[in-house]
Nanobody, 115 residues
Framework: QVQLVESGGGLVQPGGSLRLSCTGS????????MGWYRQAPGEQRELVAR???????TYADSVKGRFTITRANAKNSVYLQMNSLKPEDTAIYYC?????????WGQGTQVTVSS
């Protein structure tokens, strides 16, 4: 399984922007989908955005038009550009990768949107 490391979280004011990064290493098996999930306190983990090796993307309705997911296949990396952030975007954001051998998760990075 690939090991995933996230970076880029932090504290930002409402309306601000953040860019999350995730890089995978340690596996030779192809990654056919990478994505970002988030989990707020007391809530279930939910899909934020996903991108396939083909470039096809999916987004949660709550982030469409504000968040953009991109991927660098050669680097096993995925990025999440988050604009127009809202307090309800506050959560721990987790990177996810899907391979033939199964799924992997990063350790998570905290995003807090507050004035």
């Amino acid at each position: 399984q690939v090991q995933l490391v996230e970076s880029g979280g932090g504290l930002v004011q409402p309306g601000g922007s953040l860019r999350l990064s995730c890089t995978g290493s340690g596996s030779s098996s192809s990654i056919y989908a990478m994505g970002w999930y988030r989990q707020a306190p007391g809530e279930q983990r939910e899909l934020v955005a996903r991108i396939y090796s083909s470039g096809t993307t999916t987004y949660a309705d709550s982030v469409k038009g504000r968040f953009t997911i991109t991927r660098a296949n050669a680097k096993n990396s995925v990025y999440l550009q988050m604009n127009s952030l809202k307090p309800e975007d506050t959560a721990i954001y987790y990177c996810n990768a899907v391979q033939v051998t199964g799924g992997s998760w990063g350790q998570g990075t905290q995003v807090t949107v507050s004035s």
